[in-house]
């Protein structure tokens, strides 16, 4: 079992930053791949961004690249979500998620990810 615990939401005016962090215990984090997704109201949930477990193989959604990074320190076995410019339209929930994961895999969809955090939520006003 991996248990995930998600910090770092808020409200922030558009344009702004936040680092969004999720803790994880229970197994070796090292070798999860590990992931953002969130949902906004209304609406289903969508990835945002993943990692794998080495830290080598990123990947983004379109509509985050070059604005959202994610990171990882398996020493403190915690991913990371920097967040900057953001827009109104990135307000969700945002849920971290894993997966044991071999090489250099990381995962884009959510069914891919056997264990999530209970969220966090971000809000940014226009």
């Known amino acids: 079992q991996v248990q995930l615990v998600e910090s770092g939401g808020g409200l922030v005016q558009a344009g702004g930053s936040l680092r969004l962090s999720c803790a994880a215990s229970?197994?070796?984090?090292?070798?999860?791949?590990m992931g953002w997704f969130r949902q906004a109201p209304g609406k289903e949930r969508e990835f945002v961004a993943s990692?794998?477990?080495?830290?080598?193989?990123?990947y983004y959604a379109d509509s985050v690249k070059g604005r959202f990074t994610i990171s990882r320190d398996n020493a403190k076995n915690t991913v990371y979500l920097q967040m900057n410019s953001l827009k109104p339209e990135d307000t969700a929930v945002y849920y971290c998620?894993?997966?044991?994961?071999?090489?250099?895999?990381?995962?884009?969809?959510?069914?891919?990810?056997?264990?999530w955090g209970q969220g966090t939520q971000v809000t940014v006003s226009s």
């Open positions: 229970g197994r070796t984090f090292s070798r999860y791949c």
């Open positions: 998620a894993a997966v044991e994961a071999p090489g250099s895999s990381a995962y884009t969809r959510g069914y891919e990810y056997n264990y």
């Open positions: 990692i794998s477990w080495s830290g080598g193989r990123t």
